[in-house]
């Protein structure tokens, strides 16, 4: 997730620009760069780190320019380095592009290009598009970038600007975001309204595949063959926090809803077009692989959960003993580890320091170590000998949710494809799984946009007075469970306990009395016939069941009081979709009561302390 901002029009833009990158810093901050054009040339600035560092150099750069493009960036292939910052050049320095997004088929265009003699001078994908759109120019920029994407496969929007018409940018969109603002002898472009609010509240937002050119005094929607498109524009009455938020009412509302794009992210790049998983930078060679005996799996909260839900499907697929801990409990142990273990430590902010501590740990034991993280160049990613990354952006709310997707689909890539490697699926069993993953981000965003979200929030304000919480459910559903009692702990402070539900008749069982609420994940899948009795048992104590079942079970709603339908899926992508309604309940028990979600009490976004 990166951010990107246009200006075309009667001011000098420098400044402009950089005030536009501030209010988009909330979607990444690892590098920086301004592209300007001045007097048919173009001046560029890149930086390494957040924007202050942008803004020391700022003063380099003259401030008469009236058009320019800028980005803060997110990295996702590339380190970040001046190098990969953006905005890209072409090999003639005729066009500079941003590029928010992924182009899953960097690779073939760039070998394509550099095959015509192209030279790239980073690491990045969103470089092949200056390249594309060079080969493309035949003195019109809007055919030019429309050719380019024509080429192009993945999720991205990109601006783009040449010496050759020094007075239009022209920007398109597929499947991420771009607003246009309308000034007064002035327009703006930008991945989101707040960073050109205290400018423009007349904005157009796009469609995917429509080209968007734009100069100080016009702007031109067309679709790739150049026919136009009439849009009409609108007033937004947001005020600057709730467009940070993009109109939510809280980070972790807005990253709720951005679970789909975090999933399709990650994914991608990741299935061959045969259904086969591919991973690279594992630090793992095949022979490695099928010499492997044992996965140790480490990590704190949320990440914890998401490992656990990584144990089944390794076991299941890879068929590797997993043994999982949290990394506070591995890190005092004395572990039996050999050179045929593999650890996994799971941490979004690659920053946790029990995490490092137990990465640590299991190295000097001479286990590899492969980190899954969402956060290139963390201390997790200098300490591991492999890297799989999560794609999920950043992440602003302290409760966990968008990562918590991200690090469930990178464990369940992992397991398929340790499986596939030590050959123990046949290949149709996992073209048919693949397809399957392929389908998880629509399904997800078919279900947020469903209208189901005032249901779960009808109930959540219905119990939210309630003071225990219980939350039973077995094998892959029990850390859907855990997850989802963390999630109300976390931001409405009520106490819940997570049971493996099969657990319950030894303890606590004890807890239940008349009205109880439990909830009760019990999605399709091999257990499910054993939760209904455990169901049955919570009912006869007069307890409240809250069950997140599979859409078509209709038989469980006469048995639970209330039912949170999830798409139906294979039972190892469950949680996918079943962890959402738990996320969406503790949102909304929480903000019923009135806490503050995207800040609770006592707690950290990243703890790097023990
Ligand atoms: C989750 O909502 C919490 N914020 C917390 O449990 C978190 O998952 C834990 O601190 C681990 O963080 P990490 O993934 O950055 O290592």
Redesign the pocket.
């Known amino acids: 997730m990166c951010g990107i901002v246009g200006y075309a029009g009667d001011r000098p833009c420098r400044d402009i620009l950089f005030r536009g990158l501030r209010k988009l810093e909330y979607r990444g901050y690892d590098s920086a760069g301004i592209s300007v054009i001045t007097e048919g040339q173009f001046d560029l600035l890149h930086s390494v780190g957040n924007l202050d560092r942008l803004e020391e150099i700022l003063n380099q750069m003259p401030n008469q320019s009236h058009l320019g493009i800028a980005h803060t960036r997110w990295a996702t292939h590339g380190r970040p380095s001046n190098e990969n910052a953006h905005p890209h050049l072409d090999c003639t320095g005729r066009f500079a592009i941003v590029l928010n997004g992924i182009v899953e088929n960097y690779l073939a265009l760039r070998e394509q290009l550099q095959g015509e003699g192209h030279e790239f001078t980073s690491e990045t994908d969103a470089e092949v598009v200056a390249h594309l759109i060079e080969r493309a120019f035949r003195g019109d920029l809007r055919e030019a970038a429309a050719e380019a994407f024509r080429q192009m496969e993945g999720h991205f929007t990109y601006v783009a600007i040449t010496t050759e018409d020094p007075e239009t940018m022209v920007a398109v969109r597929k499947e991420t975001p771009l607003v246009i603002g309308l000034g007064e002898k002035e327009n703006f472009l930008a991945s989101a309204v707040t960073a050109f609010l205290s400018e423009t509240r007349t904005v157009i937002f796009p469609d995917d595949a429509e080209l968007v050119t734009v100069t100080r005094d016009s702007v031109v929607i067309t679709d790739l063959d150049g026919n136009v498109i009439e849009r009409q524009a609108e007033e937004v009455d947001w005020d600057e926090d709730a467009a940070e938020k993009g109109g939510y009412e809280t980070f972790m509302l807005k990253e709720i809803n951005e679970q789909p794009t975090a999933l399709a992210d990650t994914l991608a790049e990741r299935v061959t077009h045969e259904g086969r998983v591919e991973l690279e930078g594992l630090g793992l060679e095949d022979g490695d692989i099928r010499r492997l005996r044992q996965v140790i799996i480490v990590?704190?909260?949320?990440?914890h959960h998401a490992g656990l839900v990584g144990k089944y499907a390794l076991e299941k697929w890879a068929r590797l003993p997993v043994e999982i801990d949290v990394a506070s409990e591995f890190r005092y142990r004395d572990p039996v580890i050999g050179p045929d273990t593999l650890t996994i430590a799971?941490?979004?902010?690659g920053?946790?320091a029990d995490?490092l501590a137990a990465m640590r740990l299991a190295r000097q034991a001479g286990s590899k170590v492969l980190a899954i993280t969402n956060i290139v160049g963390s201390q997790a990613t200098r300490e591991a000998d492999g890297v799989l990354f999560t794609r999920a952006g950043l992440e602003i709310g302290?409760?966990?949710t968008k990562?918590f997707e991200a690090q469930v689909l990178a464990v369940i890539l992992l397991a398929l494809y340790l499986a596939e490697v030590r050959g123990h699926l046949a290949d149709e069993y996992v073209k048919q799984l693949t397809e399957e993953i392929r389908r998880v981000p629509t399904m997800l965003n078919g279900y947020l946009e469903d209208g189901r979200l005032a249901q779960i929030e009808a109930v959540a304000t219905r119990y939210a007075k309630e003071r225990f919480f219980l939350y039973l459910g077995r094998n892959i559903g029990l850390p859907v469970c855990m997850e989802g009692a963390?999630?109300l702990k976390?931001i409405s402070y009520i106490p819940s306990e997570s049971y493996a539900a099969g657990e319950m008749k030894h303890g606590p069982i004890a807890l239940l009395d008349e009205g109880s609420p439990v909830v009760v994940v019990a999605t399709d899948g091999h257990t499910y016939e054993k939760l209904i009795s455990n169901i049955q048992e919570v009912k006869a104590r007069g307890a409240h069941v809250i069950a997140v079942a599979s859409e078509g079970n209709k038989a469980i709603a006469d048995m639970a009081d209330e039912v949170f339908y999830v798409p139906k899926t294979d039972e190892v992508l469950s949680p996918l979709l079943a962890t959402v309604p738990l996320q969406l309940f503790a949102y909304y028990v929480a903000t019923a009561n009135g806490e503050s979600v995207d800040q609770p009490r006592n707690?950290a976004?990243?703890?790097t302390v023990e």
Not at 299 to 303: D, K, R, W
């Open positions: 990590a704190c909260g949320t990440s799971i941490t979004q902010s920053e946790t995490t302290v409760a966990a990562t963390l999630k976390e707690l976004k990243t703890v």
